[in-house]
């Protein structure tokens, strides 16, 4: 991996890890604070993203992705997350990663 590749890859983890618990943000929030797609934020957090709470990112639509998705759906349950129907009600708790302040 490049020294590109894995700059890239720490900035979706330092993202990630500021979702509390109990919230979740998208791939494609994180694609758009990193400068990346959500795809792109998908290879980097199941290539090596298990130090951090992967499980906190899901896909638009509120869904999981089908490799993870018992593992998943449980470790945000076990954070108070409301799922419907297999998935995260984003209206409640979505987080906004946002750039940090400076």
Do not use: C, H, K
Request: charged share 25%; glycine share 14%.
């Amino acid at each position: 991996m490049t020294d590109a590749a894995l700059d890239v890859d720490e900035a979706v983890f330092d993202a990630v890890e500021r979702i509390p618990p109990g919230r979740v943000s998208t791939y494609g929030a994180i694609g758009r604070l990193v400068g990346i797609g959500p795809r792109r934020v998908a290879r980097a957090l199941s290539q090596g993203g298990g130090a951090v709470p992967w499980f906190r990112v899901v896909r638009a639509d509120g869904s999981v992705a089908e490799p993870v998705r018992v593992r998943q759906l449980e470790l945000l349950a076990g954070e108070g997350v409301p799922i419907r129907n297999g998935r995260v009600d984003l209206a409640t708790v979505g987080f906004p990663v946002s750039r940090p302040p400076g």
